[in-house]
């Protein structure tokens, strides 16, 4: 299913996502405030696909809906666990900031088609 704004279909786009999420956590200092604080991202960020897909298999506009917040409300904690790696200077903003830029977009684009079922 491609997206209502012609984009990438967002089935990939959400598990590319976790895989970038995944590489990330592997990637993080090997102490306990890091490997915390990346393991909510890891569950936060792993899940968006989920609920993408579970989406997918709606049997109802409401159901859709349900689904689709459930992935935003994961991209907006995914967002404040990356705020916070930023923040403590656990990882280099910079290196952050590309997957930073996809939350912002994933989170749009599901905004998006949210509101576009309830003005159906």
Known sequence: MKDEGGKADLKLRTRKYAVRIIRLYCSLPRNEVARTLGKQLLRSGTSVGAQYREGQRAKSDADLIS???????????????????????????????????ETDELLSILVTVVKNIKDR
């Open 67 to 101: 689904k689709l917040e459930g992935a935003l409300q994961e991209l907006e904690e995914s967002q404040y666990w990356l705020e916070l790696l930023a923040d403590a200077e656990i990882f280099p903003k910079r290196r952050l900031q590309p997957l930073v830029l």
